[in-house]
């Protein structure tokens, strides 16, 4: 299936591409989703269900916390839940987790067609270093940045610049694939072709058609004919 961008142009081939992990590589909602409900249940609170924690994914341990503990939250240390969720979480990374959206034939396109892929994610670069040790088929990755990586974060189009230069690529011929908002916001302050993952973890509540983003997928490989085009 052939796609053109939001201003009815074709898009251009990239001589690289950087993905976001969660919601875009990998579908990580239930292995966070035990995280945030194992210390719901430690602090005596109801678990919450996956239809309601998935939207809430990309979103961080902040937002997982605010989900289920609600107003609640204030009277909490927030740093002492925090450490709480993502000790567990790292103790059990990838019990669920999965490549998902295409990624597990999308890739081995890429590395067919000499196109360097790298990461940019803002979940912590310890957390998703192990992520990518402990999964199948993200050997070729060229270049991981977490959120604490550098100074800068998404929506900051930093960590977008650094990964592009360290991979040898203009910013221009790279495209930046992501599922929320902030994604979007940083590829196109970074000049980067901006893609939104539709099949990630976007809430009823989130706009996309509102990000800008230069068009929208439903699966990886629908940019596959792109791919071909170098």
Not at 44 to 70: N, V
Not at 131 to 158: A, F, N, T, Y
Not at 195 to 215: K, Q, R, V
């Amino acid at each position: 299936m052939l796609i053109s961008t939001t201003t009815g142009a074709p898009l251009c081939p990239p001589k690289a591409v950087l993905f976001d992990l969660d919601g875009t590589l990998v579908d990580t909602a239930d292995d966070l989703g035990a995280a945030l409900n194992f210390v719901l249940v430690k602090h005596g609170l109801p678990a919450i269900a996956a239809d309601l924690y998935r939207p809430m994914a990309s979103h961080g341990a902040k937002g997982l916390l605010e989900l289920g503990f609600g107003a609640a939250l204030k009277e909490y240390p927030f740093t002492l839940l925090r450490n709480e969720l993502l000790d567990y979480y790292q103790q059990h990374l990838t019990v669920h987790s999965q490549l998902f959206g295409g990624a597990a034939e999308f890739l081995p396109l890429l590395k067919a067609q000499n196109i360097r892929w790298g990461i940019v994610t803002n979940k912590p670069y310890k957390l998703a270093a192990a992520m990518l040790r402990q999964m199948s088929g993200m050997e070729d990755c060229q270049i991981l940045l977490g959120g604490d990586s550098l100074h800068q974060r998404k929506p900051s189009p930093v960590p977008l610049w650094v990964a592009a230069h360290k991979m040898g690529v203009a910013a221009a011929d790279c495209w930046y694939i992501g599922d929320a908002e902030r994604d979007i916001e940083a590829a196109n302050r970074a000049g980067m072709t901006s893609i939104i993952a539709d099949y990630g973890f976007i809430s009823e509540s989130d706009t996309p058609e509102l990000w800008g983003a230069d068009c929208r997928v439903q699966h990886l490989m629908m940019l596959e004919a792109f791919l071909a085009a170098r």
